[in-house]
């Protein structure tokens, strides 16, 4: 079992810049895939930034050039820095993970952090 902490989450004026983390916790288990989803009111669940066990990385077209996506040496801690941000990037963030426990591999979600940017 896997446990996902974010923070870093907050109020911002558009323009401004914030860094996101998530903390992966429990044993047992090794993490192939972390990423950042985001969530705004009446919109569906979309992917921001994925990096993978190679440190491989992806981003919504939306936020190239403006957020980067990286984890610590032990590979249980995701950030996302995110710069230059505009009132559409308002939005219920969630740390996601894919981790493999002996034969399986499960997908686990954080609670959300609330980012607001205003104009």
């Known amino acids: 079992q896997v446990q996902l902490v974010e923070s870093g989450g907050g109020l911002v004026q558009a323009g401004g810049s914030l860094r996101l983390s998530c903390a992966a916790s429990?044993?047992?288990?090794?993490?192939?895939?972390m990423a950042w989803y985001r969530q705004a009111p009446g919109k569906q669940r979309e992917l921001v930034a994925r990096?993978?066990?190679?440190?491989?990385?992806n981003y919504a077209d939306s936020v190239k050039g403006r957020f980067t996506i990286s984890r610590d040496n032990a590979e249980t801690t995701v950030y996302l820095q995110s710069n230059s941000l505009k009132p559409e990037d308002t939005a219920v963030y969630f740390c996601?993970?894919?981790?493999?426990?002996?034969?399986?591999?499960?997908?686990?979600w954080g609670q959300g952090t609330q980012v607001t940017v205003s104009s």
């Open positions: 429990g044993s047992g288990f090794s993490i192939n895939v």
């Open positions: 996601y993970a894919e981790a493999r426990e002996g034969a399986y591999t499960y997908q686990y």
């Open positions: 990096i993978n066990i190679g440190g491989s990385t």
